[in-house]
């Protein structure tokens, strides 16, 4: 209600972002206290107009209820860590948002050039943050590819173009292959599974599992871990016949190890600097890279 006085009443430029910051545990401990009429009441009220940021304190933090709430009100959700310092990790975030440089961005492609492309338009763009995108490119007659961006800044419309000349590119890219090997395509699929993600937040049931199996096929292809994967390990060489799994975190903030009936053959690849106070274990890698929620988990243990 403030937000919506202040702009009806010109306290903000036209041409401003606001934005909502929760810090909260996740709790509702006052008025209404269904999680899913939680959701609902916030989402009307936002209107699509303000960013919603929710800031999660604790490991026992209501994570998915604020991450839903948060993906549904163009914002995201956080994890701040009570035994760490809590106070630089409030203010990492405010510095992530607190200079907007550009609203609405749309990056265009030439019609029926490209294929798979991956979120091309923006709400905000932060000083200090980047926008990313990848797609495939379906013309290979194509000879010039352009891209065009356009956005807002707090006084006018920006239009920006680039013309890459696809023959020297994939020149370039052959010479120094050493360098660039699949990265691009890897990247494509990064940023897929990403999205994919925060599409499952609220999906429906049917379209849950279907994004969930695109996710895992993706996952399983390019050799990342993902919130719905496992990571398996073994313990030194006294215990070689058992496999431990640490699962992702629940949404009670602990995490779960358990015993499958798997070789460690089928362990999977995780690069991690251990510290000291966690147990000794044989990282065996075949399947998936870093991720950073999973780190934590296996920090607090």
């Given at each position: 209600q403030?937000?919506?006085?202040?702009?009806?009443?010109?306290?903000?430029?036209?041409?401003?972002?606001?934005?909502?910051?929760?810090?909260?545990?996740g709790?509702p401990?006052?008025?209404?206290?269904?999680?899913?009429?939680?959701?609902?009441?916030?989402?009307?009220?936002?209107?699509?107009?303000?960013?919603?940021?929710?800031?999660?304190?604790?490991?026992d933090?209501?994570?998915?209820?604020?991450?839903?709430?948060?993906?549904?009100n163009?914002?995201?959700?956080r994890?701040?860590?009570e035994?760490?310092?809590?106070?630089?990790?409030?203010?990492g975030?405010?510095d992530?948002?607190?200079?907007?440089?550009?609203?609405?961005?749309?990056?265009?492609?030439?019609?029926?050039?490209?294929?798979?492309?991956?979120?091309?338009?923006?709400?905000?763009y932060?000083?200090?943050?980047?926008?990313?995108?990848?797609?495939?490119?379906?013309?290979?007659?194509?000879?010039?590819?352009?891209?065009?961006?356009?956005?807002?800044?707090?006084?006018?419309?920006?239009?920006?173009?680039?013309?890459?000349?696809i023959?020297?590119?994939?020149n370039?890219?052959q010479?120094?292959?050493?360098?660039?090997?699949?990265?691009?395509?890897?990247?494509?699929?990064?940023l897929?599974?990403?999205?994919?993600?925060?599409?499952?937040?609220s999906?429906?049931?049917?379209?849950?599992?279907?994004l969930?199996?695109?996710?895992?096929?993706?996952?399983?292809?390019?050799?990342?871990?993902?919130?719905?994967?496992?990571?398996?390990?073994?313990?030194?060489?006294?215990?070689k016949?058992?496999?431990?799994?640490?699962?992702k975190?629940?949404?009670d903030?602990?995490?779960?190890?358990?015993?499958?009936?798997?070789?460690?053959d089928?362990?999977?690849?995780?690069?991690?600097?251990?510290?000291?106070?966690?147990?000794?274990?044989?990282?065996?890698?075949?399947?998936?890279?870093?991720?950073?929620?999973?780190?934590?988990?296996?920090?607090?243990?």
């Amino acid at each position: 209600q403030l937000l919506d006085k202040a702009h009806r009443d010109k306290q903000l430029p036209e041409r401003s972002v606001s934005m909502i910051i929760l810090l909260t545990d996740g709790d509702p401990n006052s008025g209404e206290s269904d999680p899913s009429k939680i959701q609902e009441n916030v989402k009307n009220a936002v209107q699509d107009k303000y960013n919603v940021y929710a800031l999660g304190f604790g490991y026992d933090v209501k994570f998915s209820f604020l991450e839903k709430m948060a993906l549904e009100n163009n914002g995201i959700a956080r994890r701040i860590y009570e035994d760490s310092d809590a106070p630089l990790q409030l203010q990492g975030f405010y510095d992530e948002v607190a200079n907007p440089l550009l609203m609405d961005i749309e990056i265009l492609y030439p019609e029926n050039a490209v294929s798979d492309l991956t979120q091309a338009s923006f709400r905000q763009y932060y000083d200090g943050s980047e926008i990313v995108v990848a797609g495939r490119i379906s013309d290979n007659s194509l000879q010039i590819f352009t891209a065009e961006v356009n956005a807002q800044t707090g006084n006018e419309n920006l239009t920006l173009s680039a013309d890459v000349n696809i023959p020297e590119a994939e020149n370039i890219i052959q010479q120094q292959q050493y360098i660039f090997g699949d990265f691009t395509e890897r990247l494509w699929a990064y940023l897929t599974i990403q999205q994919l993600l925060d599409q499952r937040v609220s999906a429906r049931a049917d379209d849950k599992k279907n994004l969930t199996d695109e996710i895992l096929s993706l996952s399983l292809k390019y050799n990342f871990v993902t919130s719905l994967t496992s990571m398996v390990v073994t313990k030194p060489e006294d215990t070689k016949d058992e496999a431990f799994v640490a699962d992702k975190p629940s949404d009670d903030g602990n995490l779960w190890i358990n015993r499958p009936s798997l070789s460690p053959d089928f362990a999977i690849v995780f690069y991690l600097n251990c510290p000291r106070r966690m147990p000794k274990f044989n990282f065996k890698s075949k399947i998936f890279d870093y991720n950073e929620h999973l780190l934590y988990q296996l920090n607090k243990n």
